[in-house]
């Protein structure tokens, strides 16, 4: 009798175990996003940075000041992306009363900053730039971005021997924001 009342809870427990279909609410899931998120700041050059382009001398090399490349995951959800700020700060912390060394502004996610200037004849003026890539999402309203900036140094006005930390602020077209902050980001020579 024992034997077939286990068979008989045995062959139900299976039966609920795989009858059950499961499938992700992805539009009660994507509803609950933030319209616009930024996920990751980073970098993957050994520091520290030369801020200042040196010629050769005949016991030192030419230096050249490096141009950082910044990488940034974010996520934008039912909106359309809008500018992208870049703020650097003397120190190992960003305080709330902080102000920037420098603000390095982009219109869009894609193209040069605010002071760069393509168009200048004969040479263009191309300063810093950003770009990105869109990863596959399931979600239909949500767009993942794997981004990135090309940032030169020596257009910053940074002090050579300092600490630095950074702030970057992620626009929405209809203005929402998402802040993410790096302190200690990177030193300079």
């Known amino acids: 009798m024992k034997k077939y009342i286990t068979i008989v809870f045995m062959t139900l427990l299976t039966s609920a175990m795989f009858s059950c ?10 509803a609950k996003l933030p319209a616009i998120q930024l996920s990751s700041l980073g970098y993957n050059q050994v520091g520290p940075f030369t801020i200042a382009a ?8 030419a230096t050249v000041a490096t141009v950082l490349q910044l990488y940034f995951g974010a996520t934008t959800t039912g909106v ?3 500018k992208f700020t870049v703020e650097f700060f003397e120190g190992t912390s960003i305080s709330a009363t902080a102000v920037p060394v420098k603000t390095v502004t982009f219109s869009s996610w894609t193209g040069y900053d605010d002071t760069s ?6 040479t263009p003026v191309l300063n810093h730039s950003i770009n990105y890539t869109l990863q596959s999402t399931t979600y239909e309203k949500t767009q993942v971005y794997g981004g990135n900036m090309l940032i030169k140094l020596g257009l910053l006005g940074l002090t050579a021997g300092k600490t630095y930390s950074v702030r970057a602020t992620a626009y929405s077209e209809d203005g929402k924001t998402s802040v993410l902050s790096q302190t200690s980001f990177f030193k300079t020579i």
Not at 21 to 30: F, I
Not at 54 to 61: D, E, N, R, V
Request: hydrophobic share 20%.
């Open 80 to 82: 359309k992306s809008g």
């Open 54 to 61: 040196a010629s050769a001398t005949p016991t030192t090399p």
């Open 21 to 30: 279909k499961k499938d992700a609410d992805v539009a009660g899931t994507e």
């Open 117 to 122: 200037d393509p168009t200048k004849k004969p």
